[in-house]
């Protein structure tokens, strides 16, 4: 199980202004964990995932593109933020606290099994 409080309290004292840790991994998308400082004494927590649009260039597979779609839309109705990135992947951030980032990795590894299989 991934310590999500250890893990912040390094991030934090790492005297970085972003860290980040890949937790999970599938054929077209990733997930991690993001503790970005967000002014001198605060930083937010955020669940990123990264879905890859295109996970075998130059094949363009319409049935992924409609998984990544359906898992897209699940993402943004639960408030994820998406951005389009240049290598042709979208990524989506929700910030998270502590107590409820088990709760929410959860949630989105259930979207993407259910969607991107």
Partial sequence: ???IKAW???????????????????RAWKVGVVARRAGTDRWDLLIEVIILLFPEP?????P???ASLMCLKDLDA???SLAHEDNG????????????FDEKRKKVLAILDSTMG
């Fill in 1 to 3: 199980m991934f310590d």
């Fill in 8 to 26: 912040e309290r390094g991030a934090i004292s790492s005297g970085q202004d972003e860290v980040y840790r890949e937790l999970d991994r599938g």
């Fill in 58 to 62: 130059p094949e363009v597979e319409i």
């Fill in 64 to 66: 992924r593109l409609e």
């Fill in 78 to 80: 639960l408030g994820y």
């Fill in 89 to 100: 992947c979208v990524s989506c951030e929700l910030k998270v606290t502590t107590k409820r």
